[in-house]
């Protein structure tokens, strides 16, 4: 059951629906009764993503389709470089899946600059990723969907670390009509380190779902892992976060955190926090809040002379900003300042 | 300056205030004391705005303009400056940049122009020198993982860069050791000037030993049951708020 499979076979009965437990928040199947036609090519020109000219390469896929090649996403041992990787939607009502391979040489350094760009609307796209790190390999993925109104879309990414491999992940959505950004990772232990972080800033009817598990296979491994949520109007925040500590995985670190703000009463967030740990000798925390905005700590602002919008953003931005602190790639942490700062002054 | 009359006010519909009447000249200190629960804390936040703290009668004006139709944010740009009795932590604001964005929104409201980054730099750390506040603290999270101590100061140096014309101290003085009490102390006298008014609301005469005040007021039961010179003070150090709390 996945999109995936229902748009190749164009059998809408075999989307995830919400009898099976983990889409119970994202249902596709009581939305999408028909699946749309195959997205056309496309040949029209690519303008400025959300991370402009920043990197050396850009990858791009449009309507499912690579444009160019992949290669910059197969690094040899020692190599590095920075890449944009592009998924866009030029064609509305129309559906396309993609699979990409990405491979990191021993030593390797790759940042990513992912992001999902919906010009159209009405479309359905899957993206699954295959990211493979070797031993001492380094990732960060720096992740924009910006999915279009209307767009149903889903991104799945299986992650394989080699031993002392370091993979950092920072998502950052404002949603679509039903939005899933799904990571699953293979932890060997052996020294390799991941970080899983994530915001989601939403409004109107948005929905986004940022699912991630871990799989501690080995010991010696760390995760560590921060997400952060605000939701507005009526829209809906998923977060599904598993950590699975293996028999025998000893002296594994984990630590996962998800905070949540609902600014409306009509707004919706789902969390699923989970540890399962099989092994004796671990480190394993986890922690959840969703609330309201400290009225009491806004009401200290405005008697300093701050009005009450001014105040309500800095706090919010203050909020979420501990997340993009965490990104090491700076001009991708500017990025996401602004992007930030644009959806929470809108 | 400030002008409190026949004020009424409740909380969750119990009268806390009853009619209390107040006047604080320009260039004065008054002093408000009174025994826990008698409505000292409820006067703060009906003068600042805070929800939750429901005006049922009178009045009270700063320099004859209403304030209590204000907006908090307004209150403060007509420079009323509550020094809170527990400052609040702001996680992943810098105090400076806090008190900047404060001191700016302040300057708008009253159709002044911003503060440049380096005038506004060069204020902050001569303050934060008189109050022997490290510069590097400013550059945390405003008064996250701060000392009790460390927040009372914290309250001073933002009055110190906004300079207030009314000053409304909330206990200003509870969690201080002698040393932080004097410096606090010493911060609070460098801005008495002719033209600002100060609220010292204490339940202990010890921070009165360095702030001198020109009145004491004693609080009891909603509504000022005495008022003296300083020596009333030093009355109510020895005899306690026993007889006031009575007769209220």
């Not at chain 1, 699912?211 to 109007?233: A, F, I, N, P, S």
């Not at chain 2, 969750?12 to 009447?21: F, S």
């Not at chain 2, 009270?60 to 932590?89: C, H, I, M």
């Amino acid at each position: 059951m996945s999109l995936a499979t229902a748009l190749k076979s164009g059998d809408a009965g075999l989307l995830p629906s919400k009898r099976d437990e983990d889409w119970k928040w994202t249902d596709l199947r009581g939305l999408l009764r028909v699946l749309p036609p195959p997205s056309p090519p496309s040949e029209a020109a690519l303008t400025a993503g959300p991370f402009g000219d920043l990197g050396e390469i850009e990858v791009g896929i449009v309507n499912g389709r690579l444009r160019g090649d992949a290669s910059a996403l197969i690094l040899k041992p020692g190599e590095k470089r920075v890449v944009r990787l592009r998924f866009v939607a030029q064609s509305a009502d129309s559906s396309h899946s993609v699979q990409l391979a990405i491979q990191l040489g021993k030593g390797a350094d790759l940042t990513l600059l992912e992001s999902y760009e919906g010009l159209a609307g009405g479309y359905v796209a899957d993206a699954a990723l295959d990211i493979s790190l070797a031993k001492g390999a380094a990732l960060e993925r720096i992740v924009v969907a910006a999915d279009g109104e209307g767009a149903v879309s889903v991104s799945s990414t299986q992650v394989a670390l080699g031993p002392e491999a370091r993979f950092a992940q920072t998502l950052l959505t404002d949603g679509a009509k039903r939005q899933r950004i799904e990571t699953h990772v293979a932890h060997p232990g052996a020294g390799a380190s991941v970080r899983l972080d994530g915001v989601y800033l939403l409004s109107g009817q948005h929905h986004a779902d940022l699912t991630t598990m871990v799989e501690h296979g080995g010991v010696d491994g760390t995760t560590d892992q921060l997400t952060k949520g605000v939701v507005r109007g009526q829209s809906r925040g998923v977060f599904q976060g598993r950590i699975v500590v293996e028999e025998g995985a000893d002296r594994t670190d984990a630590r996962m955190r998800h905070n949540a703000l609902i600014l409306s009463d009509r707004a919706e967030v789902d969390a699923k926090p989970e540890l399962l740990i099989f092994a004796d000798d671990v480190q394993c925390a986890h922690g959840n809040t969703i609330g309201a905005l400290d009225e009491e700590a806004l009401f200290y602002m405005r008697q300093r002379g701050l009005p009450e919008t001014e105040a309500r953003a800095l706090l919010i931005e203050a909020f979420v900003g501990q997340v993009i602190e965490r990104i090491a790639y700076e001009p991708a942490r500017e990025v996401a300042r602004a992007w930030a700062a644009h959806r929470l002054r809108a | 300056m400030l002008s409190v009359s026949n004020l009424h006010a409740a909380v969750d519909g119990k009268a806390i205030l009853k009619g209390l009447t107040l006047d604080v000249p320009a260039g004065e200190v008054h002093a408000i004391m009174g025994p826990n629960g008698a409505g000292k804390s409820t006067l703060s936040y009906v003068l600042t705005g805070r929800h939750g703290y429901e005006v049922t009668d009178g009045g009270a004006t700063l320099d004859g303009e209403d304030l209590l139709a204000l907006e908090p944010n307004e209150r403060a740009a007509k420079g009323v400056f509550l020094s809170f009795q527990y400052p609040l932590e702001i996680p992943g604001v810098p105090a400076l940049t806090f008190i900047r964005t404060a001191l700016n929104a302040q300057r708008k409201a009253r159709g002044e122009k911003e503060i440049t980054a380096p005038e506004f730099l060069k204020l902050a750390r001569q303050k934060a020198g008189e109050l022997k506040i490290d510069f590097e603290m400013l550059k945390r999270a405003l008064n996250v993982g701060f000392s009790g101590g460390e927040k009372k100061r914290m309250e001073i140096f933002q009055m110190a860069m906004l300079a207030p014309r009314l000053l409304i101290l909330d206990e200003t003085d509870s969690g201080l050791d002698i040393d932080a009490l004097k410096i606090v102390a010493d911060g609070v006298n460098a801005m008495r000037d002719p033209d600002r008014a100060m609220l010292v609301i204490t339940h202990y005469q010890r921070l009165l030993d360095y702030l001198k005040p020109d009145k004491v007021h004693v609080l009891a039961g909603g509504r000022i049951a005495v008022t003296g010179g300083p020596d009333l003070a030093l009355e109510l150090e020895r005899e306690g708020y026993d007889k006031y709390a009575r007769a209220a």
